[in-house]
C-alpha cells in the first residue's frame, strides 16, 4: 500500500504562483507514475501532469504547458507541481495520484492510489 498527503494549495491572485507537494509514504519502490489531476468546480477531473518516476519523463497538458511544471525530490519521496502565471480557471481541488505502471498518464485507471486533495484558487 501507498499513502499520498498532498498539500500546498491556497488562495492566490490571477498571475500569482502556487507549489504543490505530494508526499508518498509506504511501499513507494512500487511507484512508476505520479500525477497531478485537478476537478474544477461542477466539472470532471482532469489531467494535469505527470511524471515517470524511474526515467524523469514529464507529460503535461496543453492548458498547463508553459506554465506548471512537475518535479521530483526522490530523498523525499515527494513530487511538486509548481504552478505560474495563474489564471481563474486554473481554480480547483488538486489531487496527487500514484500508480504502479507505466498506463497512458492522462488516464485514472493508470492510478492505484490518490491524496486527499488540495485547494487551489485563483482570484480574478
Known amino acids: 500500500q501507498v499513502q499520498l498527503i498532498d498539500s500546498g494549495g491556497g488562495l492566490v491572485q490571477a498571475g500569482g504562483s502556487l507549489r504543490l507537494a505530494c508526499t508518498a509514504s509506504?511501499?513507494?519502490?512500487?511507484?512508476?507514475?505520479v500525477s497531478w489531476f485537478r476537478q474544477p468546480p461542477g466539472k470532471e477531473r482532469e489531467f494535469v501532469a505527470a511524471?515517470?518516476?524511474?526515467?524523469?519523463?514529464?507529460y503535461y497538458a496543453d492548458s498547463v504547458k508553459g506554465r506548471f511544471t512537475i518535479s521530483r525530490d526522490n530523498a523525499k519521496n515527494t513530487v511538486y507541481l509548481q504552478m505560474n502565471s495563474l489564471k481563474p480557471e486554473d481554480t480547483a481541488v488538486y489531487y496527487c495520484?500514484?500508480?504502479?505502471?507505466?498506463?497512458?498518464?492522462?488516464?485514472?485507471?493508470?492510478?492505484?492510489?490518490w491524496g486527499p486533495g488540495t485547494q487551489v484558487t485563483v482570484s480574478s
Open positions: 511524471l515517470r518516476w524511474w526515467s524523469g519523463t514529464t
Open positions: 509506504g511501499r513507494t519502490s512500487s511507484i512508476n507514475t
Open positions: 495520484a500514484a500508480g504502479p505502471n507505466s498506463g497512458r498518464p492522462e488516464y485514472t485507471g493508470t492510478y492505484h492510489y
